[in-house]
Nanobody, 122 residues
């Protein structure tokens, strides 16, 4: 079965940077869009960024545009999320996701990572 293994979460000061990484253990990522969601305490899970299999088509939620960049490394079955200029409101559990391609890059999610905590201090 597909396993999405996430690393890179942690504690960072506001304005700092963090890089999340997600590896598809089965190497099936090229057939799917991949992306990152987040869920803050008391909030619904929301999409943050997504990438087509080749990295050509990307999507970002408005709040992270210019701050976050998503990268696909298909030779290593990996998707990274570079997060710069972090704000306390971005504090959440971040989940790697793999799913169907759609007009908004990532549609129906088929597989989820276990989540990695991102904490941003003021």
């Amino acid at each position: 079965q597909v396993q999405l293994l996430e690393t890179g979460g942690g504690l960072v000061q506001a304005g700092g940077s963090l890089r999340l990484s997600c590896t598809d253990s089965e190497g099936t990522g090229s057939a799917y869009a991949m992306g990152w969601f987040r869920q803050a305490p008391g909030k619904d899970r929301e999409i943050v960024a997504a990438s087509s299999w080749d990295g050509v088509n990307t999507y970002y939620t408005d709040s992270v545009k210019g701050r976050f960049t998503i990268y696909r490394y298909n030779s290593k079955n990996t998707v990274n999320l570079q997060m710069n200029r972090l704000r306390p409101l971005f504090m959440a559990v971040y989940y790697c996701a793999m799913g169907r391609h759609s007009g908004v890059v990532l549609g129906q999610v088929c597989f989820w990572g276990q989540g990695t905590q991102v904490t941003v201090s003021a």
